[in-house]
């Protein structure tokens, strides 16, 4: 209790100081970058000396999520629900960060536990709307937003969620409509235009989805995802190496953002440059779900940088799960065939020598 009390007074008086100012310095704290940074010193030394105290755990979680620390957020929440199981906060929180991590099966086993008791709850509903957007069950996300919507109707999250679920199944009106909606209600969420900008680029309409880019940049410049679409728009427009700087661009900016990493492996593929290429597609291959390819090209990457074994491994097992990819077949063969003329190589020395 003296723990808890003391850290809400040094909070208190943290916020509370007044900017010290002279005739030539004049600093004003960031708060994104101080003061959350203070308070997590203080529940680290709060925790330190009581680890099990769920209501610190839920407090660090929160500023773990807050900044992207998904794995860290996540040990401090389950440590939270261990020590307090009938906190329903606890688990939205632990939804949240799953989704974040892109743990959708373990999100949706969070907010079930708390289900029945916020039936009518508003982030509740959305988030279970998002997690069933990416399980592909689209008529229970819609189901689920629609709910939330008519809870509240103002939130620009229910129309931009609506937008993705039109824009997975290919309505793409819908989406347009909706993506629109929610810029309406909130102009300055990048990933609305993100959004527009992808499904006018699938059309080839690359003005109207440029335009879309430089409005979210417009509110957002260090947007990692819009600049990754203004370089997907260079490169479609033969601008390779302007797309590749935005490519970098967004990497520095999001190393989460693997589409372009996987942009960036390719581009020094492209430029025959196998090993400054390899590490990229390294990092990818966690994500053959969406990008099937990437095993494909770390193989290649291998073969040309001389790791024969481990190019004949992945490239097998591309071969084993895409009968049909003949680039790889090919590829395949060579490396059989170069292996093959080794071990003969080998073998013939052995022979020679023994004579």
């Not at 999100?107 to 536990?113: D, M, P, S, T």
């Not at 982030?123 to 996300?141: I, K, S």
């Not at 880019?213 to 947007?223: F, V």
């Not at 581009?267 to 095993?295: H, L, R, S």
């Amino acid at each position: 209790m003296k723990l808890k009390l003391l850290y809400i007074i040094l909070l208190t008086v943290l916020f509370s100081c007044e900017v010290r100012q002279d005739d030539t310095i004049r600093y004003i704290p960031d708060p994104q970058k101080d003061y959350t940074q203070i308070e997590l010193k203080l529940l680290d030394d709060a925790l330190f000396n009581d680890p099990d105290n769920e209501e610190l755990l839920y407090k660090r979680a929160q500023l773990y999520y807050k900044f992207q620390d998904f794995e860290k957020a996540y040990i401090d929440i389950s440590k939270a629900i261990e020590a307090d199981a009938e906190v329903a906060d606890f688990y939205i929180l632990k939804a949240k960060i799953l989704i974040s991590l892109q743990d959708y099966e373990k999100a949706l086993v969070a907010l079930q536990a708390v289900e029945n008791l916020f039936e009518d709850d508003f982030e509740l509903n959305l988030l279970r709307g998002e997690v069933y957007l990416h399980l592909n069950n689209f008529r229970v996300a819609l189901d689920k937003i629609n709910r939330a919507q008519h809870l509240l109707p103002t939130d620009f999250k229910v129309y931009l969620l609506k937008g993705q679920i039109y824009a997975q199944m290919k309505d793409t009106n819908r989406a347009i409509n909706n993506f629109i909606i929610a810029s309406q209600k909130r102009r300055d969420v990048p990933e609305i235009y993100a959004e527009l900008a992808t499904i006018y680029e699938a059309q080839k309409d690359n003005k109207v989805a440029m335009n879309y880019i430089l409005q979210g940049l417009s509110y957002n410049p260090t947007n990692a995802q819009l600049h990754f679409r203004k370089g997907s728009i260079f490169e479609n427009m033969g601008l390779k190496d302007s797309a590749k700087v935005l490519y970098q661009m967004a990497v520095d900016l999001d190393p989460g953002m693997y589409w372009a990493e996987y942009k960036l492996g390719l581009w020094y593929m492209d430029v025959g440059n196998y090993v400054a290429a390899e590490p990229y597609f390294q990092k990818v291959v966690k994500y053959t779900d969406e990008i099937p390819q990437a095993n494909y090209y770390l193989g290649l990457c291998y073969w040309y940088t001389g790791k024969n074994e481990y190019a004949l491994r992945l490239l097998e097992d591309v071969v084993r799960k895409d009968t049909s990819n003949h680039d790889a077949i090919h590829h395949l063969n060579k490396i059989r065939a170069k292996l093959h003329l080794v071990q003969d190589s080998v073998a013939k020395v052995r022979t020679d020598s023994i004579n």
